[in-house]
C-alpha cells in the first residue's frame, strides 16, 4: 500500500525567505508521480508541481521547487522568495502508474509572516 | 477556461437526512474524482470516474454513499442517510485522458455539516 508522510503540522517562515516543506512516501512500484497542491483557506487545491520517478532532473515551476531524493524516498517541496499569499496548507501525493488514484499526505499548515 | 465546479459550498443537514452535492467537471475532462476531507486531513478517494463508468468505488461506502455520472460529464455524490461522522470537505476533481499522471484539477469543495 502507498504511504505518504509529512511530519510538519505547521511551519512560520519570514516573508521574503525560503522554506522547505517535507514528504516521504512509501512503495513498491518502480514508477510513480509526486504531486505538490496548495490548499487556502477557500478550499480549493491548487497544483504546484509534480516530479516523475524516472524524472533524472528535480522539477521546478517558478518560485517552487522538488528536492527528489529517491533513494531516500523522499520528495521537499522548496519555496523561495515566500510571500503572504504563500500562507496555506500544502499536501504532498503521490500516483502510482496503474490507476489514477491520488494518494496525499496529511499535510503542512505554512504562515509567512511579514 | 471555468474550472471545475461544485455545489453547494456549504451544506447543515440534520443526522438521518439526505444529502446531494453536484459537480461539473472542465469541459472535455473524462476522468472524475470524488473526494473526502476531513478536517486537518488531506483528501481521500472515494470514486473515480471514466466518462459514465465507476472505474473505482472501493473506498465508496455503498451502504449509504451513491455516485452517478449518468452523461459522462457532470456528476451528483449522495449521502443517504448522513451520520454525524461524515461531516466533512467533499472535493470534486477532473481530468484530461487516461494517463495517470495527468494533472487532477480540483473544485472548491462542498463542506457538509451533519448536527
Known amino acids: 500500500a502507498q504511504k505518504i508522510t509529512q511530519t510538519q503540522p505547521g511551519m512560520f517562515v519570514q516573508e521574503k525567505e525560503a522554506v522547505t516543506l517535507d514528504c516521504t512516501y512509501d512503495?513498491?512500484?518502480?514508477?510513480?508521480?509526486l504531486f505538490w497542491y496548495k490548499q487556502p483557506s477557500s478550499g480549493e487545491m491548487i497544483f504546484l508541481i509534480y516530479q516523475g520517478s524516472y524524472d533524472q532532473q528535480n522539477a521546478t515551476e517558478g518560485r517552487y521547487s522538488l528536492n527528489f531524493q529517491k533513494a531516500r524516498k523522499s520528495a521537499n517541496l522548496v519555496i523561495s522568495a515566500s510571500q503572504l499569499g504563500d500562507s496555506a496548507m500544502y499536501f504532498c501525493a503521490m500516483i502510482k502508474a496503474a490507476g489514477n488514484k491520488l494518494t496525499f499526505g496529511g499535510g503542512t499548515r505554512v504562515l509567512v509572516k511579514p | 477556461e471555468a474550472g471545475v465546479v461544485q455545489s453547494p459550498r456549504y451544506k447543515i443537514i440534520e443526522k438521518k437526512q439526505p444529502v446531494a452535492f453536484w459537480c461539473n467537471p472542465i469541459?472535455?475532462?473524462?476522468?472524475l474524482y470524488w473526494y473526502l476531507q476531513n478536517l486537518g486531513q488531506g483528501p481521500e478517494l472515494l470514486i473515480r470516474?471514466?466518462?459514465?463508468?465507476?472505474?473505482?468505488d472501493s473506498q465508496l461506502p455503498k451502504d449509504r454513499f451513491s455516485a452517478e455520472r449518468l452523461k459522462g460529464v457532470d456528476s451528483t455524490l449522495k449521502i443517504q442517510p448522513a451520520e454525524l461522522g461524515d461531516s466533512a470537505v467533499y472535493l470534486c476533481?477532473?481530468?484530461?485522458?487516461?494517463?495517470?499522471?495527468?494533472?487532477?484539477?480540483f473544485g472548491p469543495g462542498t463542506r457538509l455539516t451533519v448536527l
Open positions: 469541459s472535455g475532462h473524462n476522468t
Open positions: 470516474y471514466e466518462n459514465e463508468e465507476a472505474v473505482d
Open positions: 512503495t513498491s512500484d518502480p514508477s510513480y508521480g
Open positions: 476533481a477532473s481530468s484530461s485522458g487516461t494517463d495517470s499522471y495527468n494533472e487532477q484539477f
